[in-house]
């Protein structure tokens, strides 16, 4: 519920987890669907089933490990902006 004491549709968890939900079954889809196309592929690895969203999954999680790690030498303090 928000400050003005409306209660929006995402604010039912139901509802949230029927996004959720929806969101698996899209990718699913989406995964088989690879099955239906002939793909035109530049490299042998690309004819592989499932090439590309196996490839972006485990490029979205490098990059999540990667930016963690920059974290550690790129943080500032809370105060690094405020004027003294």
Avoid: P
């Avoid at 490029?59 to 943080?75: G, N």
């Amino acid at each position: 519920m928000t400050g003005d004491g409306k209660k929006y549709w995402l604010d039912d968890h139901a509802n949230v987890k029927k996004v959720i939900w929806a969101l698996f079954a899209v990718c699913a889809l989406l995964f088989l669907a690879d099955f239906v196309y002939h793909k035109h592929s530049h490299f042998e690895a690309e004819n592989f089933f499932g090439f590309y969203a196996i490839f972006g999954f485990v490029v979205c999680v490098a990059l999540v490990l990667v930016a963690k790690w920059m974290r550690t030498f790129l943080m500032r303090q809370e105060d690094y902006y405020d004027a003294e």
